[in-house]
């Protein structure tokens, strides 16, 4: 039977979004700081489904050295654990068909479609949820002073350069709030952080 420390631990955070009490909704997510890597899972099926020491790992890169190869023709890649396809990018707008040329075209990302199979999957392992005591982000975002401090503690530990990664995991904010917090310190006649894009992460630095 279940126990109360069987379940997903879960977060509830706020969205911009408004109730009818005029009160921010919520949304829930996983429980933050819980991660399982390919090596730990490697261990697990070794000890537990008869595989041998990193098979998972090796069959994992061998599977994404192929599929790349595929990917990268336009192929549509279907799996046991959902599908997969290239996304490609436009380098400007165009309205015109015709005034696309291949050169204007580049690779982007991979769009994941996981289907049911996992849902089933998850379903069978559930024993239910358990609120986890996170902080309410409201009431962190309310405290300016705490969060310029916490800012610059990041700064200064990271050799002048911060992240919403980075901030969130310092200041106990989702990665979303971190972000728009630290854009709100690149606005206005006094910023006090300077946003470069890098790559598709923004790095913030002091001015």
Sequence with gaps: MPTKKDGMLFELHPTPAKGRDGRNMVYARPASGRKMTIRQIDAYCAAHYGLREFELERAFRAF????????????????????????????????????????????????????????????????????ADNPNTLELLADQKHLEQVMRETLEAHHGYITAGMFARSSGLTKYSARKQLNRWTEGDNPKLLKTRQGKEDIYTEI
Excluded at 100 to 121: A, F, H, I, M, T
């Design 64 to 131: 994404l050295q192929a599929a790349g190869y595929w990917l990268a023709e336009g192929y549509r890649i279907e799996t046991p654990i959902g599908s997969f396809v290239a996304r490609l990018a436009l380098d400007g707008e165009y309205t015109d068909p015709d005034a696309v040329k291949p050169r204007n075209v580049s690779l982007d990302n991979v769009d994941y479609n996981p289907g049911q199979l996992w849902n089933q999957e998850m379903q069978k392992w559930s024993h239910g949820f358990r609120r």
